[in-house]
T-cell receptor
Framework: GAVVSQHPSWVICKSGTSVKIECRSLDFQATTMFWYRQFPKQSLMLMATSNEGSKATYEQGVEKDKFLINHASLTLSTLTVTSAHPEDSSFYIC??????????FGPGTRLLVL | RKEVEQDPGPFNVPEGATVAFNCTYSNSASQSFFWYRQDCRKEPKLLMSVYSSGNEDGRFTAQLNRASQYISLLIRDSKLSDSATYLCSPGDTGRRALTFGSGTRLQVQP
């Protein structure tokens, strides 16, 4: 299947700092990538749809000014958590898909905000 | 009604057992369905796609009932390595994002 990478795999930061997470499709081009968040013992929740060359589409309740998404190329989308707070601590996962609709997930980034 | 609902589990079964999970969905327009497996602290990995009435891959069988809007996953001859959380998701042809159920946790015991 297609390969999606994420970096970093985990990050610990102080409250108030910003954290950037990268999502790359390694062997295919993705005009659309998706960002999910998963809290402990809960399911993945879609945060936003990242569109190459245009603005991201955010799900209801997700602050676009707090979670900045940039999709500058067909293989890279970034999610920046600005002014992170402890409640932002979570498992952030991106996904990208092929034309057949199947979505492949990156390995995830575990964020801990102290 | 939630978009996707799953048996909460956990399901604790002995090795070799057959176990089935159900997943109901609310969007009658969904055309494709997916079962993902998620290990603890890892990303989901695609287990099976369902585009028609069902799909079978080795010990795993998925069945779709459009009239009742549910999909099931049957695992035969359970292995210890099958222990994981199983997530179902109806596809959204409009945007290809996935909506997941809360997952069903399976623990296969020796």
């Amino acid at each position: 299947g297609a390969v999606v990478s994420q970096h970093p795999s985990w990050v610990i930061c102080k409250s108030g700092t910003s954290v950037k997470i990268e999502c790359r499709s390694l062997d295919f081009q993705a005009t659309t990538m998706f960002w999910y968040r998963q809290f402990p013992k809960q399911s993945l929740m879609l945060m936003a749809t990242s569109n190459e060359g245009s603005k991201a589409t955010y799900e209801q309740g997700v602050e676009k000014d707090k979670f900045l998404i940039n999709h500058a190329s067909l293989t890279l989308s970034t999610l920046t958590v600005t002014s992170a707070h402890p409640e932002d601590s979570s498992f952030y996962i991106c996904s990208a898909g092929t034309l057949q609709e199947t979505q492949y997930f990156g390995p995830g980034t575990r964020l801990l905000v102290l | 009604r939630k978009e996707v609902e799953q048996d909460p589990g956990p399901f604790n079964v002995p090795e070799g057992a057959t176990v089935a999970f159900n997943c109901t969905y609310s969007n009658s327009a969904s055309q494709s369905f997916f079962w993902y497996r998620q290990d603890c602290r890892k990303e989901p990995k695609l287990l099976m796609s369902v585009y028609s009435s069902g799909n079978e891959d080795g010990r795993f069988t998925a069945q779709l009932n459009r009239a009742s809007q549910y999909i099931s996953l049957l695992i035969r001859d359970s292995k210890l390595s099958d222990s994981a959380t199983y997530l179902c998701s109806p596809g959204d042809t409009g945007r290809r994002a996935l909506t997941f159920g809360s997952g069903t946790r399976l623990q296969v015991q020796p």
